[in-house]
T-cell receptor, first 114, second 112 residues
């Protein structure tokens, strides 16, 4: 399976600021996703990162708050904008192959907003 | 609306015994199911999957059972080892979509 490197691994940020999370994959992948895991909660899909075009966002997530870039088939960024304490979560990059194949995850970014 | 549910937030099992983790789903269109294990400070790691055309899939110490009529799947770990202590998530998707829906997780503790 692909090796997924995510950074930073953790950060503590002040409210009102923004943080950009990077995801690098060691091979070209078609499908790349960003998930969030809030404390004690399930993994929730934020958006699908589309190569060369705008990301596809899930209900409850908007581009202004979570802008995503995907310039090529191995790299993506997620920005958490104008952060509030409610944004404190683990943010996870994931990739998959064909339909009905497993998702593989990076190690996540643990974000704390004070 | 939680389409995938793990009703047991935690489970403790003695080393060497069987661990059984359960998962229920509501969407009858789901046809592919997965289990993931997550250690602290790491991303979820894929363990085992099963498609709806099967009712059992085995991989070493891990076996997943699917009961479509009950909309229920379970993960059996036997024998359980202390290194299995982690949070386990089940996930489901339906053919033609790329989205996986995750349960809330069960924290397994294997006691030495």
């Amino acid at each position: 399976s692909a090796v997924i490197s995510q950074k930073p691994s953790r950060d503590i940020c002040q409210r009102g600021t923004s943080l950009t999370i990077q995801c690098q994959v060691d091979s070209q992948v078609t499908m790349m996703f960003w998930y969030r895991q809030q404390p004690g909660q399930s993994l929730t899909l934020i958006a699908t990162a589309n190569q060369g075009s705008e990301a596809t966002y899930e209900s409850g997530f908007v581009i202004d708050k979570f802008p995503i870039s995907r310039p090529n088939l191995t790299f993506s960024t997620l920005t958490v904008s104008n952060m509030s304490p409610e944004d404190s979560s683990i943010y996870l990059c994931s990739v998959r192959g064909n339909y009905n194949s497993p998702l593989h995850f990076g190690n996540g970014t643990r974000l704390t907003v004070t | 609306d939680q389409q995938v549910k793990q009703n047991s937030p935690s489970l403790s099992v003695q080393e060497g015994r069987i661990s059984i983790l359960n998962c229920d789903y509501t969407n009858s269109m789901f046809d592919y199911f997965l289990w993931y294990k997550k250690y602290p400070a790491e991303g979820p790691t894929f363990l085992i999957s099963i498609s709806s055309i099967k009712d059992k899939n085995e991989d070493g110490r891990f076996t997943v059972f699917l009961n479509k009529s009950a909309k229920h799947l379970s993960l059996h770990i036997v024998p359980s080892q202390p290194g299995d202590s982690a949070v386990y998530f089940c996930a489901a998707s339906d053919l033609g979509t790329y989205k996986y829906i995750f349960g809330t997780g069960t924290r397994l503790k294997v006691l030495a």
